[in-house]
Every structure is written in structure tokens, then in C-alpha cells.
């Protein structure tokens, strides 16, 4: 008896969860939308959203891996909200810890798809959202790591 409460609560919890995970139109996502919108709009062309490794240990996500040219783009998406007069730099929370995670899941992704010969470079795409999630700005800033 104990055992079937524990498979129900992990059941529910795993529901809510998912129902967590899948909500819709949160300022991240809707910003990684009008990132994508924005880079169409330059010429690049979409290839992935979101991607993660699905085995092993989780190496990190990224949020649009984009074609320009012949180099794929790896892009950063932050996204803010913001009040009138608030002054937000969204793309200053891209640190060193974030930019060794980008570029291992940018490895994992080359050797997957047999790209690592190809072109690539990493760019971050900062988007304000104002008070009811309309899109007030959005800054592009191509490769973003020093070497």
C-alpha cells in the first residue's frame, strides 16, 4: 500500500512538471522567439531551438543554433522586463560559468551533427520586454567570445 501512494505522488509530481515545463510564453521563451524573428529578419536561417544533449550528463542547452552563411551561429538568448526609465543590460549575465557551458554543448553538437570542420562562432541576442511583453528593443551582438 505504501508503494502505490509513492508511484501517485511521483505520477502527479511528474505531471506537474511537465505542465511546469511546457508553459507557454514565458518572457524567455517568447523572447527566443523574437531573437529567431529578428535573426530570419538578417538572413540566418533557423536550425535548432533549444538544444541539449539527451544522454549523459547534461552538458548545458542553447537557445537558437542559427545558420549564417556558411558558419553556424551558436546564440544566447536573455530576455528582461522592464519598467519605464529601468536601465537593463540582459547580455550581463553572460559569464565566464555560461560561456564554458556554450561551448561544450557546441562541441557535443558539432561532433554530433559531423560539423567540426565547419565555421561556427558564439553571438548573443539581448531582447526588452516592456510591461505587457511587448517587445521594446532587441540588440545583436555577433561573437561574443575574446580570444
Known amino acids: 500500500m505504501e508503494l502505490q501512494g509513492s508511484v501517485s505522488c ?3 509530481c ?3 512538471m511537465i505542465f511546469w515545463r511546457k508553459k ?3 518572457p524567455g521563451e517568447l523572447g527566443e522567439k523574437l531573437a ?3 535573426l530570419k529578419k538578417k538572413g ?3 536550425l535548432e531551438f533549444n538544444f541539449s ?3 549523459g550528463r547534461r552538458l548545458g542547452e542553447i537557445d537558437v543554433i542559427a545558420k549564417d552563411g556558411n558558419s553556424i551561429v551558436f546564440v544566447e538568448v536573455k530576455t528582461r522586463m522592464v519598467r519605464p ?3 537593463v543590460v540582459p547580455e550581463e549575465n553572460i559569464d565566464r560559468r555560461k560561456l564554458h557551458k556554450l561551448e561544450k554543448i557546441a562541441n557535443f553538437y558539432l561532433r554530433k551533427n559531423k560539423l567540426t570542420e565547419s565555421d561556427y ?4 541576442v539581448s531582447v526588452w520586454l516592456d510591461e505587457e511583453r511587448r517587445c521594446e528593443k532587441i540588440k545583436h551582438l555577433e561573437s561574443i567570445f575574446i580570444e
Open 10 to 12: 511521483f505520477i502527479l
Open 14 to 16: 511528474a505531471k506537474i
Open 24 to 26: 507557454e510564453n514565458s
Open 36 to 38: 529567431a524573428k529578428h
Open 44 to 46: 540566418y536561417r533557423i
Open 53 to 55: 544533449n539527451t544522454q
Open 85 to 87: 526609465g529601468e536601465v
Open 121 to 124: 562562432r558564439f553571438d548573443a
